[in-house]
Each structure stands twice: as C-alpha cells, then as structure tokens.
C-alpha cells in the first residue's frame, strides 16, 4: 500500500475529545483524512459493543463504502461498532483503534491505548497520556500583546463521571489564584474555560479574578493554541487527561489542580501518577509558588505513527 499518504477515514461519535485524538494520529500518517461521525439506532447507541451482533442497518448515518480507506481510525466506544463491521466486510482494511475498546483485540489490526488503561497485547501500542492534533510549533491566529510577560494559562474543565467540580472548588482555584498574584505581581494570568465549565463557575470566576486576569468564556477565538505556545507555566484542572497531555507539548511546567473524584478510580491515579514520576505535573496545592522545571516534550501522536509505518511496511495490512 501507499504509505506515504494512505486515504484515512477518521471515526468517532463527535465529541470534542474523541476528534482530537483521532485527528492527531490520522495527520501524522496522511493529508487525505475524511472525519465521519457514527450515530447508531437504539439499543446499539446505549450497549457496550461485543453484545449485540453489528449489522449494517444499525447506523443511522450513510457509509460511503464506494470509497473506502486504506486506513480507520476510530475513538470511543460508539465508533468500535463501524470499525468492526468494516473490518469484517473488508479484511484488507487496517482498523486501528484509540483506547480500550472492551472487546477483544483481535478485532483491529492495532489499538493505541495510554498506560494508564494497564491494556496490553500483541497488537496494542501504548502511548503516555491523550493522543492530540497539536503540533511542535505556533499556528495560533491569536497574539495577545503580552509586552513580554510571564504568562500563567489556567485551563478549567468541569465536572464528569470521575470529578465533582462545585463552586467552592472553583472558589478555592481562584483564592490560590488571587494569592499567586500578589505574590508574583509579574505574572499574567490567562484563564480559560471549556464546554464542560458550568455558568455558575464561569460567573464565579468573573467575580473574582476578572480585575487582573485575562478570561475566555466561551465566546469569541479561543486562545486555547496561543496558551499552549506562549505560556511560562500552566494550570490546569485534574478532570481532563486530554488538556494535561496537549500541555506537554510546551515543555512548561503543569500543576494541575486536584478536583474531588466521586469514586475511586485505578485508571485516574494511574495517569496521575505517571505524569508526576515523569516530571511533567506538580500538585497545585502543596505550592505557593510556581517554580521552574524541564522535561522532555511529548508528541505521542507523531511518536506512535512512526511506529504505525514501520508495522505498516512490515506488511500488517497484508497479514490481517
């Protein structure tokens, strides 16, 4: 097959995160991506895949199997479904697919899966922390004028099936924020939200910090990219392994701010723990000061497609 730019067809259900990874690993391997967006029918769309047989007139949406990939690369547990029906259909398809997929992993040609899913096998290559699309280098449309300041980007997710994310959590970050501050007159802090940060937390941190930070919530271009290439160290909320892994991309230091987890979860800590040995994050609130450390910076997404050509030459489409 053509390794050089093989027709991709990038999987997922739409969510923000699934498209992130997928898309960082489908660039890396080619510039003839197509992103496709399972919807499948009741009770599909509610069942862990390995259940129920797959059958075609289960999606909802049109597959065009008139031009079909070389490659697909799926994410989430909606998107298992097409890749193994079309890895049925077409045997000559390589299906890869991003995280654990709950069923066997016989079913795909390879699966990335992070460390911290402890998921491992002949097939299955393992990557530190979230797969992203981000690159080495800036390509944000945005340029604040920072007339040369230590730039503090705060990046605020909310709450979800592990975290709980309240307004006195909120109420705590922005106090250790204010302290930082006044501590640290030089330092500019850039704030940003995402989809998942309520509008209760949002005005709460308006109130607070909005005298001497700069916020982003939700409206106009988010500086989200600018944040990743020109900031001197980050905060970030502990609910969203995806922004702590795309920081990594900076080389800055990450402290990350503990949210309350609403149970015990091996998998978080797993991830957690593995960013600090690897000297990537520090906890926020055994600090009050933001010290200056180096570590190697990641890019997982070129690093396990270079792994995905060599398998790819070694003939992996032809012996599956």
């Known amino acids: 097959m053509n390794i050089n730019n093989p027709k991709i067809w990038s999987i997922t259900d739409g969510s923000q995160g699934m498209i992130s990874q997928t898309k960082g690993l489908s660039f890396e ?13 009741f009770p599909w769309s ?22 079909l990939p070389k490659i697909i690369i799926s994410c989430g547990r909606k998107s298992v479904y097409l890749s193994m029906y079309l890895k049925k259909k077409y045997p000559k398809i390589i299906n890869i697919h991003i995280q654990n997929p ?24 393992n990557s530190v922390g979230a797969l992203h699309p981000f690159k080495s280098n800036n390509n944000s449309k945005i340029n604040y004028d920072v007339n040369n300041a230590r730039i503090v980007s705060c990046i605020i997710g909310g709450e979800n099936n592990h975290y709980k994310f309240s307004e006195n959590e909120a109420n ?29 937390i949002k005005m709460l941190l308006y109130n607070k910090i909005s005298s001497f930070a700069e916020l982003w919530l939700g409206k106009g271009e988010n500086p989200y990219n600018f944040a990743l290439f020109n900031s001197e160290y980050f905060i970030i909320t502990s609910d969203s392994t995806s922004m702590i892994s795309e920081a990594t991309i900076s080389g800055k230091p990450i402290y990350v701010y503990k949210l309350p987890l609403k149970r015990k979860s091996h998998r978080i800590n797993r991830f957690h ?48």
């Open 273 to 320: 723990d593995e960013f600090k040995n690897l000297n990537i994050t520090r906890d926020l609130l055994l600090t009050d000061r933001l010290d200056s450390w180096t570590y190697t910076k990641l890019n997982e997404s070129k690093r396990i497609a270079g792994i995905i050509k060599e398998r790819i030459i070694e003939g992996i489409d032809e012996s599956r």
């Open 46 to 67: 509610k069942i862990q895949p390995g259940i129920l047989p797959i059958f075609k007139w289960i999606f909802r949406n049109k597959i065009p199997e008139k031009d």
């Open 172 to 200: 705590e970050l922005c106090n250790k924020i204010i302290r930082l501050k006044k501590n640290n007159k030089e330092l500019q802090f850039l704030i940003i939200t995402s989809r998942r940060t309520s509008d209760k």
């Open 29 to 41: 391997l080619s510039n003839n991506v197509i992103e496709i967006e399972t919807k499948i029918i």
């Open 102 to 125: 709950k069923v066997s992993n016989k079913n795909f040609s390879l699966i990335v899966a992070p460390n911290h899913d402890n998921y491992k096998g002949e097939n299955i290559i």
